[in-house]
């Protein structure tokens, strides 16, 4: 991999970019992103777009929400849930190791369709190849997003990488 110079001011451009954008260690990503030519920004924001579907760790109200639209949609798609949580509540199942759970099996699916994004390949699909660009405003690709299911991970909202509250790393 060749590596360019930086230039400091678009360094600390770039830099605050990133940082007001939320990334952890801003100026790391900022620098990959100048000296590589890695479109690290376009990574970030596409990975942390990704975990705005998951549940935040702090919020377990979906799981009356999803209980009470089940039963007003019993033949919906999904509606099983419904039923399946609230027999996880009957059974004294918490909240917190409901939303837990969740918050695990959706990673998991959203690793998943990152590996497969980032080239993975899967048997008995006749196409078994993509790749996820970022696009100007004319929808013309501007550089390739490689590499999602490695930061994924990093961009947990609680910072701990999808380790358990009482895990002390």
Same mark, same amino acid.
């Given at each position: 991999?060749?590596? =360019?110079?930086?230039?400091?001011?678009?360094?600390? &451009?770039?830099?605050?970019?990133?940082?007001?954008?939320?990334?952890?260690?801003?100026?790391?990503?900022?620098?990959?992103?100048?000296?590589?030519?890695?479109?690290?920004?376009?990574?970030? @924001?596409?990975?942390?777009?990704?975990?705005?579907?998951?549940?935040?760790?702090?919020?377990?109200?979906?799981?009356?929400?999803?209980?009470?639209?089940?039963?007003?949609?019993?033949?919906?798609? @999904?509606?099983?849930?419904?039923?399946?949580?609230?027999?996880?509540?009957?059974?004294?199942?918490?909240?917190?190791?409901?939303?837990?759970?969740?918050?695990?099996?959706?990673?998991?699916?959203?690793?998943?369709? @990152?590996?497969?994004?980032?080239?993975?390949?899967?048997?008995?699909?006749?196409?078994?190849?993509?790749?996820?660009?970022?696009?100007?405003?004319?929808?013309?690709?501007?550089?390739?997003?490689?590499?999602? =299911?490695?930061?994924?991970? &990093?961009?947990?909202?609680?910072?701990?990488?999808?380790?358990?509250?009482?895990?002390?790393?």
């Amino acid at each position: 991999m060749s590596f =360019h110079e930086v230039d400091p001011d678009e360094l600390r &451009s770039l830099t605050e970019v990133f940082r007001q954008a939320g990334a952890p260690e801003p100026e790391s990503w900022a620098r990959s992103q100048l000296a590589e030519g890695i479109p690290q920004l376009a990574l970030f @924001c596409f990975a942390k777009a990704l975990w705005e579907g998951v549940v935040r760790e702090d919020d377990a109200k979906w799981i009356s929400q999803r209980i009470q639209w089940a039963k007003s949609r019993p033949r919906d798609p @999904c509606a099983a849930s419904g039923p399946a949580l609230q027999e996880m509540l009957n059974r004294g199942v918490s909240h917190q190791a409901i939303n837990d759970l969740a918050r695990v099996l959706q990673y998991e699916t959203l690793f998943h369709a @990152c590996t497969i994004i980032d080239g993975e390949r899967i048997e008995d699909v006749p196409i078994a190849g993509w790749v996820l660009h970022q696009v100007d405003d004319n929808g013309a690709p501007v550089a390739a997003i490689n590499g999602l =299911h490695e930061v994924l991970l &990093s961009l947990d909202p609680t910072g701990r990488e999808m380790r358990p509250r009482e895990s002390g790393s």
